[in-house]
């Protein structure tokens, strides 16, 4: 009997929990960006919903986002939540701060501009923009949405502009060269007279 009680013991001590798996530490920072209430129209009538849209990062220069769709608010963010985490980009940053260069990003009609910027400068961009921007870990950025002001394709032109960015290591593993042949400024040619 006191071998049961033991066992018994040993069960409820594992803190809720069925298996032995560590604890998950929140690795990704996430941003609601848009919550839609959406309606399907059935026989009966209408039946209501809610369409969540979420930016995830790591604020380490990985980013990504999705959408989920649910009765209740919170299951949508969640739906949301998983979609984004498994698709998430890597983008290679500055100093940590800021974009290597300038570039811009369509989505149907979204099209946004993003600029380097200097130290100091904070993020200029708006709504949509500006989420995707602070979950990646950018401190410096200037960027403009022209266009579409939906917040999907925003973020969807966002992401496209941010895929086509690239590091000078990158570049000089590409051409077959070091780093420093690359980012070296081309010598001034004197113009003899």
């Known amino acids: 009997m006191a071998e049961r009680e033991n066992r018994r013991d040993d ?16 690795e990704f920072a996430d941003r609601l ?38 009765k209740e608010v919170p299951e949508a963010i969640r739906k949301a939540t998983e979609q984004a985490k498994r698709q998430m980009i890597r983008v290679p940053l500055k100093d940590a701060r800021t974009l290597h260069h300038d570039m811009e990003g369509r989505h149907g009609a979204g099209k946004v501009v993003m600029r380097t910027a200097v130290a100091g400068t904070g993020i200029i961009a708006g ?7 602070e979950m990646l870990g950018l401190q410096d950025v200037v960027a403009k949405s ?3 002001t939906n917040p999907y394709n925003m973020i969807r032109a966002t992401i496209d502009g941010l895929k086509a960015e690239t590091s000078p290591r990158q570049v000089a593993a590409r051409r077959g060269k070091k780093v420093a ?9 004197v113009v003899e007279a």
């Open 181 to 189: 042949e690359i980012l070296r400024k081309p010598e001034a040619e």
């Open 33 to 70: 960006v848009a919550i839609n209430r959406v309606s399907k129209t059935v026989k009966g009538g209408k039946r209501f919903g809610f369409a969540a849209l979420v930016v995830v990062g790591d604020q380490r220069g990985r980013v990504g986002f999705g959408k989920g769709k649910a």
């Open 127 to 133: 709504g949509p923009m500006r989420a995707v921007f």
């Open 11 to 26: 069960r409820g001590n594992s803190g809720g929990r069925r298996d032995n798996r560590p604890e998950e530490t929140p």
């Open 146 to 148: 022209i266009g579409s």
